[in-house]
T-cell receptor, first 111, second 116 residues
């Protein structure tokens, strides 16, 4: 089952922060985050594993609450290059190896 | 490492025709995945391989779809008797796959299928 992402879209000014949430109805062992720019393939950002690990990439970080089956992506001091659609991919414990992706959150960073 | 390569980039076909797409993963990657993406949606899982073994196939996939990965290298996705609803971007991805869930996917640029 597909994870649910929120918000669907966010508009930021350069330097502002944003949070993107990803929720699943299933028990998860792993969460991935990807960014896709228009007309391009999704690009891997980071992976989070069971245990509440928080990983970082540039000024983008994420957390994973396995008990709540939720992950959040934090965009800090956003840059123009952060614009794109962000997808979470979730690996559920009952479907080992298969990742399901959310519908995406469109992020627009303006000067 | 030239990344994941998909061919063709674009395919326009008439309804009812068969089409085949090819994916060449990163050479040292054991796992290969096929996803389908429509406008404004996230990638939708179709199937995945561990080496040459097809480990799972989406229930959403009808019998018109088939995928192979002979010798655990490149993979092909065939759609028979195409329908207009098959129009989408077909994405291939690969990963190391040694530790499930611990390595990210590298996606190819996709094959955009238009059924007219």
């Amino acid at each position: 089952q597909q994870p649910v992402q929120s918000p669907q879209a966010v508009i930021l000014r350069e330097g502002e922060d944003a949070v993107i949430n990803c929720s699943s109805s299933k028990a998860l062992y792993s969460v991935h985050w990807y960014r896709q720019k228009h007309g391009e393939a999704p690009v891997f950002l980071m992976i989070l594993l069971k245990g509440g690990e928080q990983k970082g990439h540039e000024k983008i970080s994420a957390s994973f609450n396995e008990k709540k089956q939720q992950s959040s992506l934090y965009l800090t001091a956003s840059q123009l290059s952060y614009s794109g659609t962000y997808f979470c991919g979730t690996g559920a414990t009952d479907s080992w190896g298969k990742f399901q992706f959310g519908a995406g959150t469109q992020v627009v960073v303006t000067p | 490492d030239t990344g994941v390569s998909q061919n063709p980039r674009h395919k326009i076909t008439k309804r009812g025709q068969n089409v085949t797409f090819r994916c060449d993963p990163i050479s040292e990657h054991n796992r290969l995945y096929w996803y389908r993406q429509t406008l404004g949606q996230g990638p939708e899982f179709l199937t995945y391989f561990q080496n040459e073994a097809q480990l799972e196939k989406s229930r959403l996939l009808s019998d018109r779809f088939s995928a192979e990965r002979p010798k655990g290298s490149f993979s092909t996705l065939e759609i028979q008797r195409t329908e207009q609803g098959d129009s989408a971007m077909y994405l291939c991805a690969s990963s190391l796959g040694f530790q499930t869930g611990r390595d990210g996917y590298t996606f190819g640029s996709g094959t955009r299928l238009t059924v007219v």
